[in-house]
Structure formats: C-alpha cells, structure tokens
DNA sequence: CGCAGTTTTGATTCATCTCAATTTGTGTGG
DNA sequence: CCACACAAATTGAGATGAATCAAAACTGCG
C-alpha cells in the first residue's frame, strides 16, 4: 500500500516530513530493509537509523531528485520507483550511467566533491528516503555494523560500474544487451518480481546510452533475439522465454 | 630517497615490517600525505594512523599485488610505482579497469563481498602501505575527519569510473586517447613532474584494454597525434608539444 | 481522433577490428 | 659487450559491426 500524502497537492520540493505522511518508523517496518542500509543492524540500531532517515520525498514520473552541480547534503534509499542516473559532457553528449530499483542507493557520487556529479531522474512515480549524509557518518562512527554495510554498499557501486567497463570495452552490441537483461532479471528476482517477466520502464535511446549503443542498434538485438525465440518482446513488456542462449552469449562470446 | 631492504633478499611475500626498514613513521613523514588517506588530520591523528600501517609491501615489476578471489583484508596506498588493476571474465576475456600511481588506494573493489574482484599488478617495481581494513574502520570511527576523507576517496573511485564509462560509452578511438592523455599529464602534475613530458608505463595493449580499443588502433591514434603536431611519441617516452588540440578533441566533440 | 514520441526496419556509410608483415626495442646469456 | 630471441609497436589492406540517414508503424495521451 502507498503513503499517500495528506495534502491535496505536492509541498515544495516534496519534502514530507515522516510524522505528518505515516505513522510507521522508517526503516523497522521496511520490507526492503534486508537489502538495505539497515541490512545487519539490530532492531535497536535500526531504531536509531530510524530517527535520522527525517522524511521522505516523492518524485512523479520525469522529476530530478539531484542534479550535477546540487550541492551534496545526502543520500537517497528508493522505497519505490525507478531511477536513472546520468552524466551530461559540456558539449551536449549524455550516458546513462546506471539504473537503480528500490532498496538501492543514490547519491554516493557527491561525496567526493561535495556536489553531485550526476542527475538522478525518476523513469516512474517513485519514492526515496532522505538520509542525511553528516548525520550518517555520525551514526556509523557509533554503530560498526552500519559502518560496516555502508562501506559495502561503496564498494558494491565500484564492482558494478567496473562491470559495466568490462560490457562497454569488451562486448558486443547483442552480448550487452543479454547482460543488460539477465542483469534486471536477477534484481527483479531479488525483489520478489518474476524473473521472465518485467517492465522496462526506460526507452530504448536510454538503454542505448546506458549500453554505449545506439537506440536503433538496441531495437534491432531486441528484434534479433525476439527471431531468435530467447524473448518476447512487446514494447516494452519482456519475457525471457529461454534464458540459456542469453546466458551462452555471455559466457562463451563471441570468440 | 628510497627506503632500501635491511635484508639481502626479498623475504617471504615482501613484507616488511616498518620497524626494521625504516626509523620513519609510515604517513608523518610521507610527502604523498597530502594526496592519500591522511589528508586534512592533525599531526596527532597521523600519528594514531602511523601506528595502524603496520607494515609495506614491495613489488617488482610484473608482480601481483592482489588477485581476483584472494580474501580481502587490506587496502593499499602507493608509496612509489605504478600500478593496473583488471578484471577477467570466464571466457578470457579482460578488461583494464584503472592505472593508479603514487597516493592512490587500491583493493576498495574486495569490501562488498570480502574478496577481491579484480587483479592489481605491479607495472614497475613498486612499494604500497598496507592499510589493514578492519583497523582502518575501527580508527575511522574514532577519527570523523578520517572517515570523511575515507568516504571521500571511495566516492572519488566511483565519480572517476563514471568518467570511464563515459569515455567508453560515448567517445571515438581519438577522443578516447586524448582524454586518456590529459588525465594522466595532470595526474603527473598534482604529483609535481612535468605535465608536459612523461612515460608511459603500460603497453600499448593495456592501454587499448582499458580504452576499449584495440592496440593497433591506439598506436594509429598516437601515430595521428604526432603526425598533426600535438604530441611526440617515442615508444613510451611522451611529450606534449601542443595540448590546446587535444583539449578540444574532448570539449568539442565530433558532431 | 489526431498528434508526438517511441519503436521498428531498411539501405548505406564509416570507424574500428582483424589479419599480416615489418620494424624497433629489451633483456639474457655466452 | 655483443648477439640473439622475444616482446612491443608500427603500418597496411581488407572485413565487419554498429552508426547514420530515412521512412514507416505503432502507442498512448490529451
């Protein structure tokens, strides 16, 4: 069920405080909390999360939740929805650098410089934690295990993106878009969502630039592998129907 | 000057314990600390930081200073050398991932899953400071302006493969090169050498492997460059005659 | 219902890869 | 110290996968 907000139209910036739009604590009632930040805490540390995650913001489908160049006070766990982020060039050039689903993380590219060097746009009507960053650092210097997980949760974003560097540099277009796909499927499974079947709720230009591709290139694997029987695809509803070829085309390559 | 080994061979593993190569406290007397992880501490707390980096570790040329699978423990601050990190999927085929040099960290990849997930190889003889991690989160919490720099160079590591995944995914064979150039002559900079003249210390092939070209197409890029003027190449041995061009090659794209 | 945005599909071009030969450099051992 | 062998780099010619340009079809929204 939604937390619907009280007031008949959006506050500014969508800021909601938590006492005003639920009743419930932030993280100990989460079902997302396994795959979290809280992930390992006590329920008494997750108490104590629980009163620094302060509010909430939604976000409609379009909206930014940062912008490069934003000044970097926190970070953002989705409840729900779906992100983007992306990295813009001066000289007008854009990429997708990565698609994230609820129970994931955003925003840990601002630490470094204290500014966001990337936009995060909601591809759905979406929901995130605000989790102010001093106050987070505070907290983990008192409870390891937060410490611990936050650190993981870095690190995580540096595997992935170096995963990503290996599909950008070494594969070709039909191998990323699998990777791509088999990539969604795990998390969707991780979530509780089948793992054949899914939405995409990005275009076909915003995998192409996620993929290093072009819109037309990712369309014609999609068609490629929908001749092929691996997928159904109908627009933007998938359905893996044979999920091995998908995962030979990885493996094994091209070589 | 070089901190030489008491002993007439490299014992067990190459490490050394601090105290028996060096009076030297380990980050105190370091001239890279204003570049690697003591940044912005008090004598006080370097000091407390000295205490934890127990031990260094040398490496010459060719050799591992992690792998891929090996348990994570540590991360590592170059001292001196130079060093790539890469990844290896099933198949063979890899990927150059990054080439870190004096004052950076390595092994930030191991703490998700507390393994390594890629390979660091020593690229000239080499000499890091092995920063035991569970001491390191431990000082962490007692130090905030450690935490905070801590985070700060995870976030730095994620912000830079942003960087790459741009490159890779958005940029020509030339653009790619020129990027590649530039970011290593004001890294050579920041480390007081010449912006302008420099040596590389990866092959063609590496290079290629982290551009997500081949080599050919990399010593036909170079060759280009030093045709048009704005460099010249010796084998390894680069100078930058005029880097107005190369600047542009980036900001103004191809379109 | 119509329009704008998205997707599909086709024809052609182009950048990079591949394959191959040659040159240059580097390290080792006699 | 030089010769030899091996690794690295350069250069050329041709093949190829993806980009580009273009048009048509589909979707969903107002």
Redesign the interface.
Known sequence: MQIKSTSGHDVNLNVIPLNITSLKAACSQCNLRELCLPFGLTEKEIARLDRMVASRRRLKRGQHLYRAGDPFEAIYAIKTGFFKTD?L???????V?GFQMAGEILG??????EAH??NAVALEDSEVCVIPFLQL?GL???I?AL??HF?????????R??????L???MRAEERLAAFLLNLSQRFTTRGYSPQEFHLRMTREEIG????LKLETVSRAFSRFQEEGFISVQQKHIRILDIAPLKQLL???S?
Chains 1, 2 share one sequence.
């Open positions: 990295v060039l001066e000289d007008g050039r854009d990429q650098t840990m590219d601002g630490i470094s410089a060097t990337c650092e983990s210097r008192e390891e410490q611990h650190h993981k949760v870095m690190s995580r974003e540096i595997v993106d170096h995963g990503v560097m290996m950008l540099g070494t630039s996620y993929l290093g493996a094994h390559s070589a």
